[in-house]
């Protein structure tokens, strides 16, 4: 007997995002944090009394900082770098960094700007500690260890240039320790500065990208319904010569049994011929219709200037506009399987329901359900035999979210073993994949998309192992002014 979903569920089997990303973050507490950071913040008062940097110094290394931190040009940066030693301890600076090939380039010195030549520069040892080398410091500048995968390039031991310093023949012990940390800080400050330029040139790129898509993904896409009419209307020629062919084959008198008997033949053919061309046509046009509605709805150009999924809600009617096409796009891939499809009863699916939704991603999360059934519905013993099978549906959940607040809850079951908690726990995290994958291609990213929109939306996902199989669903909230019917 199909198992009744509706009444099996329970909020305990429902997690919210910030439930689920806090129970992975649990390792760490805040309170362990702050006892963490504050142990830190004490590690470097005593560091610094090690230090003993001059007032000098330390008005150096701020001067540094502020100003690093009032100009947001990487080439003012550049600057600040080798005017700094100038100004303060009348030493001559050079900045290099990591260029092509792993080789140190010149971008600036305290003689020579950053948009001037400098002439014949030779290119300096690339040391992985501070080094006094022929009357000259050379000193590595190291980026952030954890943010080195941002870089455009991948630097050895986290070296991503060096700081020339000269003369250094008569620097003591604690002006080398002041500009080894003086370092530090060009490394903290140009790693966060190119990180930016990277990411402002991703960004032009991606509005670029945007511009590219629509004129060159979307609009000719909009042209293959045109072509798709056309294919349509030919194959509807078929039909009205097959329909012409049966009445001219009747007006005449043909006493041959065998010419009659060949043209009820070549009519059955035609017919036959027409339905198979029609079928096929409807399901790739139904397969187009989907795949178009995915492709605008995931690059809408909202998402890539706000940085995230920008919905776009409207009133729908959840089971004809959004689970009715998905149920039809999979069910041929779900036979090819042997999973039957058996149709929800009663309350189990209300054809009246809307909601106001975001349709083109909420499809997606359907979507998603759906390909996960196909890969993962095994076969299981019941009371009528062996089965395998999914099933599906969405029903109003009254005052859900309070008072007067409805829900929208919807699901999909499919047969097979059930996860273990610890499995259930990371259900909906990102590149998670249980142990029942059993070489089924798959990222692990399909239930992240799906609590990530759904959570967009309001709502909640949630997973419950029942006898027999696995119900995966989720709840949305009917918003004012959507109408859920009775």
Same mark, same amino acid.
């Given at each position: 007997?199909?198992?009744? @979903?509706?009444?099996?569920?329970?909020?305990?089997?429902?997690?919210?995002?910030?439930?689920?990303?806090?129970?992975?973050?649990?390792?760490?507490?805040?309170?362990?944090?702050?006892?963490?950071?504050?142990?830190?913040?004490?590690?470097?008062?005593?560091?610094?009394?090690? %230090?003993?940097?001059? +007032?000098?110094?330390?008005?150096?290394?701020?001067?540094?900082?502020?100003?690093?931190? $009032?100009?947001?040009?990487?080439?003012?940066?550049?600057?600040?770098?080798?005017?700094?030693?100038?100004?303060? &301890?009348?030493?001559?600076?050079?900045?290099?960094?990591?260029?092509?090939?792993?080789?140190?380039?010149?971008?600036?010195?305290?003689?020579?700007?950053?948009?001037?030549?400098?002439?014949?520069?030779?290119?300096?040892?690339?040391?992985?500690?501070?080094?006094?080398?022929?009357?000259? &410091?050379?000193?590595? =500048?190291?980026?952030?260890?954890?943010? +080195? $995968?941002?870089?455009?390039?991948?630097?050895?031991?986290?070296?991503?240039?060096?700081?020339?310093?000269?003369?250094?023949?008569?620097?003591?012990?604690?002006?080398?320790?002041?500009?080894?940390?003086?370092?530090?800080?060009?490394?903290?400050?140009?790693?966060?500065? +190119?990180?930016?330029?990277?990411?402002?040139?991703? +960004?032009? &790129?991606?509005?670029?990208?945007?511009?590219?898509?629509?004129?060159?993904?979307?609009?000719?896409?909009?042209?293959?319904?045109?072509? %798709?009419?056309?294919?349509?209307?030919?194959?509807? *020629?078929?039909?009205?010569?097959?329909?012409?062919?049966?009445?001219?084959?009747?007006?005449?008198?043909?006493?041959?049994?065998?010419?009659?008997?060949?043209?009820?033949?070549?009519?059955?053919?035609?017919?036959?011929?027409?339905?198979?061309?029609?079928?096929?046509?409807?399901?790739?046009?139904?397969?187009?219709?989907?795949?178009?509605?995915?492709?605008?709805?995931?690059?809408?150009?909202?998402?890539?200037?706000?940085?995230?999924?920008?919905?776009?809600?409207?009133?729908?009617?959840?089971?004809?506009? =959004? *689970?009715?096409?998905?149920?039809?796009?999979?069910?041929?891939?779900?036979?090819?399987?042997?999973?039957? *499809?058996?149709?929800?009863?009663?309350?189990?699916?209300?054809?009246?329901?809307?909601?106001?939704?975001?349709?083109?991603?909420?499809?997606?999360? &359907?979507?998603?359900?759906?390909?996960?059934?196909?890969?993962?519905?095994? $076969?299981?013993?019941?009371?009528?035999?062996?089965?395998?099978?999914?099933?599906?549906?969405?029903?109003?959940?009254?005052?859900?979210?309070?008072?007067?607040?409805?829900?929208?809850?919807?699901?999909?079951?499919?047969?097979?073993?059930?996860?273990? @908690?610890?499995?259930?726990?990371?259900?909906?995290?990102?590149?998670?994949?249980?142990?029942?994958?059993?070489?089924?291609?798959?990222?692990?990213?399909?239930?992240?998309?799906?609590?990530?929109?759904?959570?967009?939306?309001?709502?909640?996902?949630?997973? $419950? @192992?029942?006898?027999?199989?696995?119900?995966?669903?989720?709840?949305?909230?009917?918003?004012?002014?959507?109408?859920?019917?009775?």
């Amino acid at each position: 007997m199909t198992p009744d @979903p509706a009444t099996a569920q329970n909020d305990k089997s429902l997690l919210s995002a910030s439930e689920s990303d806090a129970r992975r973050n649990a390792r760490t507490s805040g309170r362990e944090r702050m006892a963490f950071l504050e142990t830190r913040v004490h590690e470097k008062i005593d560091d610094y009394e090690d %230090y003993r940097f001059t +007032l000098l110094e330390s008005r150096a290394l701020n001067i540094f900082f502020d100003l690093a931190q $009032e100009y947001d040009n990487v080439f003012d940066l550049y600057a600040l770098c080798v005017l700094v030693p100038k100004i303060f &301890f009348q030493k001559q600076a050079t900045l290099f960094l990591i260029g092509k090939d792993d080789r140190l380039e010149w971008r600036c010195s305290a003689a020579v700007p950053w948009d001037e030549e400098p002439g014949v520069v030779q290119e300096p040892p690339l040391v992985q500690k501070p080094t006094v080398r022929d009357g000259r &410091f050379y000193i590595p =500048i190291k980026g952030n260890r954890d943010l +080195l $995968e941002q870089m455009a390039f991948s630097p050895k031991r986290a070296v991503i240039g060096l700081l020339d310093v000269t003369p250094a023949e008569n620097l003591s012990p604690h002006e080398r320790l002041f500009f080894e940390k003086y370092a530090n800080r060009i490394g903290f400050q140009l790693h966060n500065r +190119l990180i930016s330029t990277k990411n402002r040139e991703h +960004l032009q &790129f991606i509005r670029s990208l945007v511009d590219d898509i629509g004129h060159n993904v979307i609009v000719p896409n909009m042209y293959f319904k045109l072509f %798709y009419r056309r294919l349509e209307s030919k194959i509807r *020629v078929l039909r009205e010569i097959s329909t012409q062919f049966a009445e001219f084959t009747g007006s005449c008198a043909i006493d041959d049994s065998e010419q009659t008997a060949a043209c009820k033949r070549l009519q059955k053919e035609m017919d036959y011929t027409y339905e198979s061309l029609m079928e096929q046509f409807r399901e790739i046009y139904r397969h187009y219709e989907q795949t178009s509605m995915f492709l605008e709805t995931l690059l809408r150009r909202g998402h890539f200037e706000q940085g995230h999924y920008v919905l776009e809600m409207q009133p729908a009617n959840v089971q004809r506009q =959004i *689970v009715a096409p998905q149920v039809e796009r999979f069910r041929g891939r779900l036979g090819e399987r042997g999973i039957e *499809v058996v149709e929800p009863e009663g309350k189990q699916l209300d054809p009246e329901l809307e909601a106001e939704v975001d349709v083109g991603l909420i499809s997606q999360v &359907f979507s998603n359900l759906f390909s996960n059934a196909v890969k993962y519905t095994r $076969e299981v013993e019941g009371p009528t035999g062996r089965r395998k099978y999914v099933t599906y549906g969405c029903a109003l959940e009254p005052d859900r979210y309070g008072r007067g607040q409805d829900g929208v809850r919807c699901y999909v079951f499919s047969t097979g073993p059930n996860l273990t @908690p610890q499995e259930a726990d990371r259900l909906y995290t990102e590149g998670f994949r249980g142990s029942n994958v059993q070489g089924e291609y798959g990222t692990g990213h399909g239930l992240h998309f799906v609590r990530e929109v759904v959570t967009l939306h309001g709502g909640e996902v949630g997973y $419950e @192992p029942v006898e027999g199989g696995n119900i995966f669903s989720f709840v949305l909230p009917v918003r004012k002014g959507s109408a859920a019917g009775a």
